[in-house]
C-alpha cells in the first residue's frame, strides 16, 4: 500500500473541510507550498491535491499555486477539482501533473470513455464520490453539493476504470474511520481496479486494516493536520 498526504486548497490556502461542507473549512497552513514541502522534506515522494474552488465552481483559481508546487518541488502530484475538459486535463498534464483525478466530468459516460481513449488511463483517477441515496451509494458532483441517481456499481461497470478514488462523503474529515463496507464490496466485484481510499481515516490501525484488504493506496488529510498519525508512520506502510 502508498500512503499519500493530501492538500485541499481553497481561496489560495490549504484546509480541510468537514463532509464536504464549505462552511465549515478549517485552515491548516497558509502555504500549500510550504506544506508540500514539509510532504517532501519527510521523504514522501507523492502527494495528492485538490482545487476545493475548482471542484466546486469549475473556477480553477488555485492552478498557479499548483504550478507552484509542482516547480519547486520533486514530488508527484495527483489533482483534482475542476477539470472537466480534455482542455483542461492537457493543461494540467502540461504543469507536470503525474495523474488527474476526474469527478463531476465523468458523470458524462461519453466524457468519460473518451478520456480513456485520448490519454493514458494509467495517469486517469476517476474520483468517485459517493453518498446513501434511497439505500444505493450515488455518485455525487459539483464539489459534493450535487447527489446524482447513478449507482457506483453499476457506474464501474459500464466504464471499466483502472484506478478509482472513492469517498464515502459522510466520512470525509469526520475521523470516525473509513467506509471498510464499501471498499470490501468494491473489491469483491472489481478485483481488477486499483482503489484509493479516502475518507474518515483516523489513525495508523485504520490504514493497516485498509492494507489487509488490498486496498493499493490511501489518502489521508486530516489526521496528519491534528496530529493523530506520524508521517515517520505512513512512510513506514510506503
Known amino acids: 500500500m502508498k500512503c499519500l498526504p493530501a492538500i485541499d486548497i481553497l481561496d489560495g490556502k490549504c484546509v480541510r473541510l ?13 502555504s500549500p507550498l510550504d506544506q508540500a514541502q514539509v510532504f517532501e522534506n519527510a521523504g514522501f515522494k507523492e502527494i495528492h491535491v485538490v482545487d476545493l474552488n475548482g471542484a466546486k465552481s469549475g473556477n480553477r483559481l488555485n492552478l498557479p499555486i499548483i504550478s507552484e508546487i509542482a516547480s519547486n518541488t520533486g514530488l508527484k ?19 507536470g501533473i503525474n495523474k488527474i483525478i476526474l469527478g463531476t466530468s465523468i458523470l458524462n459516460k461519453e466524457f468519460a470513455r473518451e478520456v480513456m481513449q485520448r490519454f493514458d488511463p494509467n495517469k486517469i483517477v476517476y474520483g468517485l464520490d459517493v453518498e446513501l441515496k434511497n439505500n444505493i451509494y450515488c455518485l455525487a458532483s459539483h464539489g459534493w453539493n450535487e ?34 463496507d464499501l471498499y470490501s464490496v468494491l473489491k469483491s466485484k472489481f478485483s481488477l481496479i486499483k482503489i484509493i481510499a479516502s475518507g474518515g481515516i483516523r489513525n495508523i490501525n485504520d490504514i493497516q486494516k485498509l492494507k489487509s484488504m488490498k486496498i493499493e493506496h490511501a489518502v489521508i488529510g486530516k489526521a496528519i493536520y491534528e496530529e493523530k498519525i506520524e508521517l515517520m508512520e505512513l512512510l513506514n506502510v510506503n
Open 18 to 30: 468537514s463532509k464536504g461542507d464549505f462552511d465549515k473549512s478549517t485552515i491548516y497552513n497558509e
Open 77 to 95: 502530484i495527483q489533482l483534482g477539482g475542476g477539470i472537466r475538459s480534455i482542455d483542461s486535463i492537457t493543461e494540467v498534464f502540461d504543469l
Open 147 to 180: 447527489v446524482s441517481d447513478i449507482n457506483i456499481f453499476n457506474f464501474i461497470d459500464e466504464i471499466k476504470p483502472i484506478n478509482v478514488l472513492v469517498t464515502d462523503i459522510t466520512k470525509d474529515g469526520m475521523m470516525t474511520g473509513p467506509n471498510y
